[in-house]
């Protein structure tokens, strides 16, 4: 719903934009140049939100091709050309980067997150105001689970759900494309763990997971954002890197207890940055 | 303001401080949140882990993060999880518990290291752990000015 609403801002935008230029006739704007340029703004989103560099690439260079033909840098290259050598760039990106038409929330998983365009997609967003029982004063002002006392688990109405997480299942899939996604993990048998991470931050605990004998399997997929994933240190970890032009790094010490469930890692990182925590 | 100090021999072993005024102004709540931070090494915020329940001192904590189902408490070692939202803390905790962004507030004293970051969120490093926060433009400049005071404070 959000990215109908941004394909169809940025087309006013571009309208508006339109307008503008033509009244100072930079370029002769016409109606079909307008739609088109709509057109192309949706088809690079779409591009964007699956990563894929020919659908990004390609609008642009139509409409800038259309759109500014006449002036002699760009006119002394044909549009087939142009667009031959978009396809070139849009290829080459693809093999360094890795991106590829992912079909978003596929896959067979137990649990599948997904956060494609909310700034701070995954969170609670509890920007409220709180009450004033705070300045009562003394412990009689504290709600019970602030007081420095041992009592029974209190129940109100302020709370959100029993704050016990679920468990996710054996198989789960983080996908992020922009803003920023925090998961905990939980899961009773963990076998597997994708993170698909795009231009955003993408932060994952193994927060209450057991992982048995055979291990488990993490695949982090990262374009240009970064990915930070927290594992407890009692698992023995295997890496495989394949980066780009960013960073892989490790911090803090893994198990060398050869007999503790291994993470077996592959970790294909293009222009951004994985961070892997122990601790 | 005036502050009065009664030194009784027959009160009990635990003092008390009443605050005595005739509204909750602002500067009453400070001093409540600033009293609050002195002894907080005494409140405990009662946290789960599973379907133990534990109470942890607020020296403890790094930081807090709310998530869709719940309210992540980050210690060093551990995460666990309150009921509690993270609007109802920020008005209860001690001055140095600082929002940091939407979604997280961070205990000051355990901050050992901020990297700015003029284009997005700043990363924060606590004593003693790999964990990092991260610090929402909007609230660095109050994070940071809270780490100031404390620096010219000692």
């Keep these: 719903m959000k990215a109908k609403r941004i394909i169809a801002g940025i087309g006013l935008l571009a309208i508006a934009g339109a307008i503008v230029i033509n009244r100072f006739t930079v370029i002769n704007f016409s109606i079909v140049n307008i739609i088109l340029s709509v057109i192309a703004c949706g088809l690079v989103i779409t591009g964007l939100r699956s990563r894929n560099f020919f659908l990004t690439l390609l609008p642009i260079t139509f409409i800038v091709h259309r759109l500014f033909g006449n002036y002699s840098i760009i006119s002394k290259i044909s549009l087939p050309s142009a667009m031959g050598v978009t396809a070139l760039v849009a290829g080459g990106l693809t093999l360094i980067v890795g991106g590829k038409n992912r079909r978003i929330g596929s896959g067979n998983t137990d649990r599948c997150y997904i956060n494609d365009w909310s700034p701070s997609g995954g969170q609670g967003g509890q920007g409220g105001q709180g009450g004033g029982q705070g300045g009562q004063g003394g412990k009689e002002g504290l709600p019970g689970f602030l007081r420095g006392e041992v009592g029974p688990v209190q129940e109100d109405g302020s709370m959100q759900n029993n704050g016990t997480p679920t468990d996710d299942g054996e198989d789960i899939k983080i996908t992020n494309s922009f803003g920023k996604l925090t998961r905990y993990l939980h899961s009773e048998n963990l076998k597997r763990v994708k993170i698909d991470n795009g231009f955003g931050n993408c932060i994952v605990y193994y927060d209450n997971v057991y992982v048995d004998e055979n291990g488990s399997r993490l695949e982090v997929s990262n374009g240009f954002g970064q990915v930070n994933v927290y594992i407890p240190p009692f698992y023995r970890f295997r890496m495989k890197q394949d980066n780009g032009f960013g960073s892989i790094n490790v911090f803090g010490n893994s198990s060398m207890d050869p007999n503790a469930p291994l993470i077996d890692a592959k970790i294909d990182n293009g222009m951004g940055k994985v961070n892997i925590y122990f601790g | ?154």
Excluded: W
């Design chain 2, 1 to 154: 303001m005036k502050i009065r100090v009664e030194i009784d021999p027959s009160y009990g072993n635990e003092e008390e401080v009443v605050i005595r005024c005739n509204a909750l102004s602002e500067e009453v709540m400070m001093l409540q949140k600033q009293l609050s931070g002195i002894v907080s090494d005494k409140l405990k915020l009662e946290v789960y882990k599973g379907d133990t329940v534990l109470y942890l001192s607020l020296d403890e904590i790094l930081f807090l993060e709310t998530t869709e189902y719940f309210l992540a408490v980050h210690t060093a070692k551990e995460i666990y999880t309150a009921k509690e939202r993270l609007y109802a803390l920020e008005e209860l905790l001690p001055t140095s518990f600082v929002r940091i962004s939407k979604s997280a507030i961070a205990n000051i004293t355990n901050i050992r290291s901020v990297k700015r970051n003029i284009t997005g969120p700043s990363e924060i490093e606590f004593n003693g752990t790999v964990k990092r926060a991260y610090a929402s433009r909007n609230y660095l400049k109050q994070l940071m000015n809270r780490l100031e005071e404390k620096r010219i404070n000692k």
